[in-house]
């Protein structure tokens, strides 16, 4: 069987498999696509999606700002999608247990001290609170916990209430920031182990709550990583299109779960219209990524991409980033070609998700042998009836 997790495209001039480097979870398989509106990243994207799913991974992707459209995908791709996935909705309320205790690895559990510490630095975050309003957000998480022991709800929501009912400018100002997502959220648990590629729909919310939302999603994500759950559990692929909306500077989520998650089984797919090019502290995050594939970019960036590929013609490869045709990209960097390694760009062409499915399909099917064991079984268990 093939390994899925590797695969990225096919070699336009051989037609060979085009891998990831071959390795364990901690590998970085970290993944970025850039390219104009209709280059054919998000579909190229949404087959690494498949693929992380049938090699069996966690899958987690995020549906914002309406990028994720059942109705544009390619029937392949949808009727999967459809057939294997669960969605959350703020509609409904997504289950996000941030205020329940986690475990990790050995079976240590977070005390109350931790959980306090955990989501207030999480809440601030994300909600960009002062230091008075962190200093609230505490005390109001402080009771809530203790009053839930006596069965009061715990959650967001109550959360609000909490800090307006310490009547402080602080607590008032920290409850007006989160209130906008309180809504959006319930604190039951989902089940990353449910077997489905999991889409948390935050669409229902305004702009600048998506990116609130979704922020609050990943850094929650990133806690269980850091308690080596995806480690035990099973490695997770987290699919962030239109990435770029997402904080992305030194002390952000995102650069944390790229930096050193990887080494805590976690893999990133992230697509964005530009690639990063200049030498801001949100580029440098993106050029984490080991492997970055660039789609049809704009004319005015051809040869600066060119450039960055680093092969000394220039000319030549901003005459291939022109004449890319729709789900094809150039590789840059590392790679394994037709099963050797190579340094050398490559212009990819996307793969045939059908084959894969069908090919998947056949190898997960019982054979022959195997059904004549089976059959063994049955007649020799309605003999002893």
Same mark, same amino acid.
């Given at each position: 069987?093939?390994?899925?997790?590797?695969?990225?495209?096919?070699?336009?001039?051989?037609?060979?498999?085009?891998?990831?480097?071959?390795?364990?979870?901690?590998?970085?398989?970290? %993944? /970025? =696509?850039?390219?104009?509106?209709? !280059?054919?990243?998000?579909?190229?994207?949404?087959?690494?999606? &498949?693929?992380?799913? #049938?090699?069996?991974?966690?899958?987690?992707?995020?549906?914002?700002?309406?990028?994720?459209?059942?109705?544009?995908?390619?029937?392949?791709?949808?009727?999967?999608?459809?057939?294997?996935?669960?969605?959350?909705?703020?509609?409904?309320?997504?289950?996000?247990?941030?205020?329940?205790?986690?475990?990790?690895?050995?079976?240590?559990?977070?005390?109350?001290?931790?959980?306090?510490?955990?989501?207030?630095? %999480? /809440? =601030?975050?994300?909600?960009?609170? !002062?230091?008075?309003?962190?200093?609230?957000?505490?005390?109001? &998480?402080?009771?809530? #916990?203790?009053?839930?022991?006596?069965?009061?709800?715990?959650?967001?929501?109550?959360?609000?209430?909490?800090?307006?009912?310490?009547?402080?400018?602080?607590?008032?100002?920290?409850?007006?920031?989160?209130?906008?997502?309180?809504?959006?959220?319930?604190?039951?648990?989902?089940?990353?182990?449910?077997?489905?590629?999991?889409?948390?729909?935050?669409?229902?919310?305004?702009?600048?709550?998506?990116?609130?939302?979704?922020?609050?999603?990943?850094?929650?994500?990133?806690?269980?990583?850091?308690?080596?759950?995806?480690?035990?559990?099973?490695? #997770?692929?987290?699919?962030?299109?239109?990435?770029?909306l997402l904080p992305a500077g030194r002390d952000s989520t995102l650069r944390r779960i790229l930096e050193t998650d990887r080494k805590l089984g976690v893999q990133c797919l992230l697509a964005r219209p530009e690639a990063p090019l200049d030498k801001s502290q949100e580029n440098s995050t993106m050029n984490l990524c080991a492997y970055r594939l660039f789609f049809k970019p704009q004319d005015n960036k051809r040869r600066k991409l060119a450039k960055e590929l680093k092969t000394g013609q220039v000319d030549k490869w901003a005459l291939?980033?022109?004449?890319?045709?729709?789900?094809?990209?150039?590789?840059?960097?590392?790679?394994?070609?037709?099963?050797?390694?190579?340094?050398?760009?490559?212009?990819?062409?996307?793969?045939?998700?059908?084959?894969?499915?069908?090919?998947?399909?056949?190898?997960?099917?019982?054979?022959?042998?195997?059904?004549?064991?089976?059959?063994?079984?049955?007649?020799?268990?309605?003999?002893?009836?």
């Amino acid at each position: 069987m093939r390994n899925y997790i590797s695969l990225l495209g096919k070699n336009k001039s051989t037609n060979k498999d085009v891998c990831r480097y071959e390795g364990d979870n901690s590998s970085n398989l970290h %993944t /970025l =696509a850039t390219g104009i509106s209709g !280059s054919g990243k998000s579909v190229f994207m949404m087959i690494q999606v &498949i693929l992380a799913f #049938l090699a069996g991974r966690i899958v987690v992707t995020f549906n914002w700002f309406h990028c994720f459209r059942f109705a544009d995908m390619l029937p392949v791709i949808r009727e999967f999608i459809e057939n294997h996935c669960v969605i959350y909705s703020s509609k409904d309320g997504i289950p996000l247990p941030i205020f329940s205790p986690i475990t990790d690895s050995v079976g240590n559990v977070e005390s109350q001290d931790d959980i306090v510490d955990r989501t207030c630095n %999480t /809440l =601030a975050s994300v909600g960009k609170l !002062s230091s008075t309003q962190r200093s609230a957000l505490a005390s109001a &998480i402080v009771s809530m #916990l203790e009053q839930g022991q006596n069965g009061e709800e715990i959650g967001l929501k109550n959360l609000v209430k909490k800090l307006e009912a310490l009547d402080t400018k602080a607590g008032c100002d920290a409850a007006s920031k989160i209130r906008s997502i309180s809504r959006a959220f319930t604190n039951k648990a989902f089940d990353l182990n449910c077997g489905k590629i999991i889409i948390f729909d935050v669409n229902s919310l305004d702009s600048d709550t998506q990116v609130i939302a979704v922020s609050l999603i990943i850094e929650h994500l990133h806690r269980l990583a850091a308690k080596e759950f995806f480690n035990k559990y099973g490695p #997770l692929t987290l699919f962030i299109d239109e990435c770029q909306l997402l904080p992305a500077g030194r002390d952000s989520t995102l650069r944390r779960i790229l930096e050193t998650d990887r080494k805590l089984g976690v893999q990133c797919l992230l697509a964005r219209p530009e690639a990063p090019l200049d030498k801001s502290q949100e580029n440098s995050t993106m050029n984490l990524c080991a492997y970055r594939l660039f789609f049809k970019p704009q004319d005015n960036k051809r040869r600066k991409l060119a450039k960055e590929l680093k092969t000394g013609q220039v000319d030549k490869w901003a005459l291939r980033l022109q004449d890319l045709k729709p789900g094809e990209a150039v590789l840059g960097g590392g790679h394994m070609d037709n099963g050797k390694e190579s340094e050398v760009p490559v212009v990819l062409k996307p793969l045939d998700i059908s084959q894969i499915l069908n090919e998947y399909s056949d190898s997960n099917k019982p054979h022959h042998a195997d059904n004549n064991k089976i059959e063994a079984k049955i007649n020799k268990s309605k003999g002893r009836e």
